[in-house]
C-alpha cells in the first residue's frame, strides 16, 4: 500500500530523491536512445538532461551518506501517493517528438513541486536547505532544458525534424490507412451494387455491403500486419498498421453501404452513388496532401478506376 507523503521522514524523503533521480536519469537515456535515429538533436537535448539528473543524484548520494550513512532504504515513486503514474518507455514506442517532450516537462515540473512540498515539511534547518537547494537545482534543471532547446533545435533543425515527423505519420499511419480506404471504398461497390440491381431490396444490398466491408477490413487488416515488422522500414508496430488499415477498409466500405438502410431503393442508390463520389474525392485530396500526387491525377487515377468498378456491379446486378 503507498505511504502518504506527509508520513515519511527526512531520511525517507532524501532516499525516495536519491530513487527519482535515478529513474529520471534513465527515462532521459531511453528518450535519447528512441529519438537518436529520427531526431538527433533532441535526443542530444536528452543525452544532456540525462547527464544533469545524473549529477543530482550524485550530490543527493553525498549527502545522504553525510547525514545517514552508506544503507539507502528502497523507496520508490509508486510507493508514494500523490505522483504522477509515468508509462514505461518501451510500452509506447515508437516514440513522438511531441509526446516525449512534453512528458519531460511534466517530469520536471513534478520533481520541482516534491521538492519544494519537501523542504516546506522538513523541521531540521539542514535538510531544509538541502531540498531548497533541489528545488532550486530544478528551476535551473527545467531553465536548462529550454536553454538546450534553443541550443540544439535551432530553425532548421526543427524543420528537419518536423519532415522527419511527417515522414514517419504518413509510413505509419497514412500509408496503411489510405491502403485500405481505397481498398473499402472501390473493392465493395461492385458486390453492394450488383446485389441491389440484382434483388431491388436495399435491406439485401445492405447484408451484401456489410458482410464485404467487414470482411474486407478483417483481410486487409490481417494482410497489413503480416507484411513486415517495421524493423527496417520503419514503418512502426505492425498491429497498429493492420488495425488503422482494417479499421479504414471498413469504413470505405460501410460508407456507401448505409444508404441502403432506406427503404426506397431508388432514394437510397442515389445517396449511395454521391456518398461514393464523396469517398473517391477524399481519397484523391489525400493522396495529392500526404503522397505530393498532383490532385488532378490522383482523382484521375481513383474515380476512373472506382467508376469502372461501380459499373461492373451495375452490369452484373442488372445481368
Known amino acids: 500500500m503507498a505511504k502518504n507523503f506527509k508520513d515519511l521522514s527526512e531520511q525517507e524523503i532524501l532516499a525516495l530523491a536519491i530513487s527519482s533521480e535515478e529513474t529520471d536519469a534513465r527515462v532521459y537515456a531511453d528518450f535519447a536512445a528512441g529519438l537518436k535515429a529520427d531526431y538527433p538533436a533532441t535526443a542530444q537535448i536528452f543525452k544532456e538532461m540525462e547527464a544533469e539528473e545524473d549529477e543530482h543524484r550524485r550530490k543527493l548520494l553525498e549527502e545522504y551518506r553525510r547525514r545517514f550513512g552508506e544503507h539507502i532504504p528502497l523507496i520508490r515513486r509508486e510507493d508514494v501517493k500523490g505522483f504522477v503514474h509515468r508509462k514505461p518507455v518501451w510500452m509506447i514506442r515508437p516514440l513522438g517528438i511531441k509526446t516525449v517532450r512534453r512528458q519531460a516537462e511534466v517530469m520536471e515540473t513534478e520533481t520541482q513541486r516534491f521538492y519544494e512540498r519537501a523542504a516546506g515539511k522538513a523541521g531540521d534547518a539542514s535538510t531544509r536547505k538541502l531540498l531548497g537547494d533541489l528545488a532550486e537545482a530544478e528551476r535551473k534543471h527545467v531553465t536548462l532544458a529550454d536553454d538546450l532547446q534553443q541550443e540544439q533545435l535551432t530553425p532548421e533543425v526543427e524543420a528537419q525534424e518536423e519532415k522527419a515527423h511527417r515522414r514517419l505519420f504518413v509510413l505509419q499511419i497514412v500509408q496503411p490507412g489510405l491502403a485500405g480506404l481505397m481498398d473499402g471504398s472501390v473493392s465493395t461497390l ?98 495529392n496532401r500526404y503522397m505530393d500526387t498532383p490532385f488532378l491525377r490522383a482523382a484521375f487515377q481513383v474515380i476512373v478506376g472506382g467508376v469502372l468498378v461501380f459499373l461492373v456491379g451495375i452490369l452484373i446486378g442488372s445481368s
Request: a neutral charge.
Open 190 to 287: 461492385a458486390p453492394v451494387f450488383a446485389a441491389a440491381f440484382a434483388t431491388h431490396n436495399t435491406h439485401a444490398a445492405f447484408l451484401v455491403g456489410l458482410a464485404a466491408s467487414v470482411g474486407a477490413g478483417i483481410s486487409m487488416g490481417f494482410a497489413e500486419a503480416a507484411s513486415d515488422d517495421g524493423s527496417l522500414t520503419g514503418r512502426g508496430k505492425p498491429l497498429l498498421r493492420g488495425f488503422v488499415c482494417g479499421l479504414m477498409t471498413t469504413a470505405g466500405g460501410i460508407g456507401h453501404t448505409l444508404p441502403y438502410l432506406l427503404p426506397n431503393f431508388q432514394t437510397a442508390t442515389a445517396v449511395a452513388v454521391t456518398v461514393v463520389a464523396v469517398e473517391l474525392l477524399l481519397i484523391s485530396w489525400i493522396r
